[in-house]
């Protein structure tokens, strides 16, 4: 009896232990709030963030009037005539999608592409 009541011990404690165990939870991406209250990642990735927005855009902007914001060619055509790097507020593109240009963009994509441009414009 008393070997039996050992096993349930073990047995129960055991299985105490492993119920605490927990699988590790995935990272939430750190983002900084921007001056109009959204919220922007820390880097923003030229493809991955950036060429996406000019999705629509490629309908006017795809090769038959500039900039060309076809994918491949969108950056180049943009940095240095359109974006000024560090300074949003003085570039061509900022100021044209800022004043509703065609529509214009969502405040969420604007304050995407102002942080790209602040944080020098990258090409990544």
Do not use: R
Request: net charge negative; hydrophobic share 35%.
């Amino acid at each position: 009896m008393k070997n039996i009541f050992k096993i349930i011990m073990l047995l129960s404690i055991g299985l105490f232990l492993n119920s605490c165990y927990y699988d590790a939870y995935p990272e939430e991406e750190i983002s900084t709030p921007d001056n109009d209250g959204g919220e922007v990642p820390t880097e923003v990735s030229f493809q991955i963030d950036i060429q996406p927005i000019f999705g629509k855009c490629v309908g006017c902007h795809g090769g038959n009037q500039n900039p060309n914001l076809t994918e491949g060619n969108a950056y180049s055509s943009l940095v240095p005539a359109y974006v000024k790097a560090n300074d949003a507020n003085g570039s061509k593109l900022f100021k044209k999608l800022n004043d509703g240009h065609q529509g214009g963009v969502s405040n969420d994509k604007l304050a995407l592409i102002k942080a790209w441009i602040n944080d020098g414009a990258k090409n990544n």
